[in-house]
């Protein structure tokens, strides 16, 4: 463990740090944010009778629209002169969502961010290969930040120019990479397109995250670069990345929760009502000690579990999976509809890659979804050696096979869309926007 003391600390001795930890963080807000003045005001709530994280239930919520609502820094609780970072989201309409941190946040954030990645398999002395991007997305600065206070070496590639990553990869010996998973199968695919060995590459850990993904991408990532692939999470809103991590020795148990900055709770989408350990609801989270925009029960719109492992190294709560977002709960035809259920079902067509979107329109009053998705380029290939002809017949086949699959595994029908081999953009952070509502 990185921070042995604290990742292992005992249950009831987590509980009291957490409690004296939120007593602080609501006088800060009380004191010096209007905004939390207001909302504690109108909720009733006393906050010096909250004493204990138990009571955390009685406080209200934090929504994404109270941070547009208060663009740029009206949320922050320290002067604007005491920032040392300004963090903001990569959303591609209105207003960005805008973080602010003063020095002691930027420590908690390395701090996190390091036991994420020790966590993950790095130690001090290794080569991180860091292709999240840098600037106003938190990945970059993120995990560059815990790396260096760890003790590795930085190789700060940020996002895209795939050639170049592939020789930074085979040159500068890298022990770990840090992307977003669609990135890791990009690198993957070109590494097998390109004729590299992978197994004399040094790369040995891949740390994955900023976006969903399943066990059929780690499988992808894992064989394609000869690593051991981890899950790592966050939000802006709550620091960055390293708000969760997966242990390398524990695959596919859930990531670990550093409880001790981060509280969370998963409360029912319909009735926000706190729901028990095990139960799939939204992620809350509160800030237990950041200091320039400390957020009281900050609603993630993430969907997951928590759950205690009483076989895992550390004491702290994990997060299973994130199936999908709150709102990105699609409802076609009164099915209920994540993403990631058809991303299953694409997994099942060796030609097609995890690389999709679904088009939600309303033609003619019914809801459609088409599902757009690119070849695997080893497919991508191939295709591009046929006549024009045969071309048409692959496609058509390929269609035939994703359509009938979705229809037996998830009930709906869907139309089909096969493009070719990177056709679907990416943003600046190397996130794929999954869903794309042209309903009226
Ligand atoms: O994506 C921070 C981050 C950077 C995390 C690098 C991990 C690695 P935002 O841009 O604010 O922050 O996006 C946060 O991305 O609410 C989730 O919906 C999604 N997300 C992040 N990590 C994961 C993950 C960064 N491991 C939003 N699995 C979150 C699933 C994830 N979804």
């Not at 003790?151 to 700060?156: K, N, Q, S, T």
């Not at 067509?349 to 695997?376: C, F, P, R, T, W």
Request: hydrophobic share 35%; with cysteine; charged share 25%.
């Amino acid at each position: 463990m990185y921070n042995k003391e604290l990742e292992s600390l005992p249950l009831d001795k987590l509980r009291n740090l957490q409690s004296d930890r939120l007593q602080i963080m609501l006088r800060r807000q009380y004191e010096h944010v209007p905004f939390y003045k207001k909302a504690f005001d109108e909720a009733g709530v006393d906050i010096k009778q909250i004493k204990r994280i138990e009571d955390i239930h009685k406080l209200p919520f934090t929504l994404k629209t109270d941070l547009r609502d208060n663009y740029p820094y009206h949320l922050s609780a320290v002067p604007e002169s005491q920032f040392s970072r300004i963090h903001a989201s990569s959303g591609t309409t209105g207003r960005p969502t805008v973080v602010t941190y003063t020095k002691n946040d930027l420590e908690v954030f390395s701090e996190v961010v390091a036991r994420s990645l020790y966590a993950a398999g790095a130690r001090p002395g290794m080569k991180i290969h860091n292709a999240y991007g840098y600037g106003l997305f938190t990945g970059g600065l993120g995990v560059h930040g815990g790396a260096e206070k760890m003790g590795l070496a930085v190789i700060p590639v940020s996002g895209g120019m795939t050639e170049r990553q592939l020789t930074i990869l085979q040159d500068f010996k890298p022990d770990v990479i840090t992307c977003t998973p669609s990135y890791g199968q990009t690198l993957a695919e070109k590494c097998r397109e390109r004729g590299i060995d992978v197994t004399k590459l040094n790369v040995k850990y891949a740390i994955i995250g900023a976006e969903p993904w399943t066990e059929a991408v780690r499988k992808d990532i894992e064989t394609g670069l000869d690593v051991q692939a981890t899950n790592i999470y966050g939000l802006s809103e709550v620091i960055g990345p390293g708000v969760s991590q997966e242990d390398v020795d524990e695959k596919g148990t859930g990531s670990y929760i550093w409880e001790d900055h981060f509280y969370p709770e998963i409360v029912d989408k319909d009735t926000k009502e706190p729901l028990p350990y095990g139960e799939e609801g939204v992620l809350v989270f509160t800030t237990l000690t950041k200091e320039a925009m400390p957020f009281c029960r900050y609603w993630t719109n993430d969907i997951c579990t928590l759950h205690y492992d009483p076989n895992g190294k550390r004491t702290h709560i994990k997060m299973g999976d994130i199936k999908g977002r709150a709102d990105d709960m699609l409802i076609i035809r009164g099915v209920n509809l994540f993403h990631t259920q058809v991303e299953s079902v694409i997994e099942s067509v060796s030609d097609l890659a995890a690389q999709y979107q679904l088009i939600v329109s309303n033609d003619g009053g019914m809801d459609k979804v088409k599902v757009k998705v690119e070849m695997k380029s080893a497919c991508q290939d191939n295709y591009n050696t046929l006549s024009s002809a045969r071309q048409s017949k692959l496609c058509t086949e390929l269609q035939q096979k994703l359509s009938k699959n979705i229809k037996d595994t998830i009930g709906l029908s869907m139309a089909v869309d096969i493009v070719n081999c990177g056709d679907i953009p990416r943003s600046a952070g190397g996130k794929l926007n999954r869903i794309v509502d042209e309903r009226k």
